[in-house]
């Protein structure tokens, strides 16, 4: 089991940059793949980025995926999302996901994810 922690959210105005940090806790952090997702007031969980277990395969939505960068540090427990040129449509509670996995892969699918973190806010202003 692995417990998530989100930081790194906040009030930025538009064309600003955050990155947000996912810390975990528990046991073999390198197994798990890593997404992220993102829900905005009234809409539906979605998907926004996702990294393998190595941290050598990315995967991106098309809305982020030329401002959005996605690494991971397994020795710190962590995975890092870098974003930049935040527009107010980025505004949401961002979250973190691990899933078991048995390859160097990861889902874009909510489904997949076992274990969710409990979100931090990002706010963009215009």
């Known amino acids: 089991q692995v417990q998530l922690v989100e930081s790194g959210g906040g009030l930025v105005q538009a064309g600003g940059s955050l990155r947000l940090s996912c810390a975990a806790s528990?046991?073999?952090?390198?197994?798990?793949?890593i997404g992220w997702f993102r829900q905005a007031p009234g809409k539906e969980r979605e998907f926004v980025t996702a990294i393998s277990r190595s941290g050598i395969n990315t995967y991106y939505a098309d809305s982020v995926k030329d401002r959005s960068t996605i690494s991971r540090d397994n020795a710190k427990n962590t995975v890092y999302l870098q974003m930049n040129g935040l527009i107010p449509e980025h505004t949401a509670v961002y979250y973190c996901a691990a899933a078991v996995s048995d390859g160097d892969y990861a889902s874009a699918f909510l489904d997949a994810y076992d274990y969710w973190g409990p979100g931090t806010q990002v706010t963009v202003s215009s």
């Open positions: 528990g046991r073999a952090f390198s197994n798990y793949a």
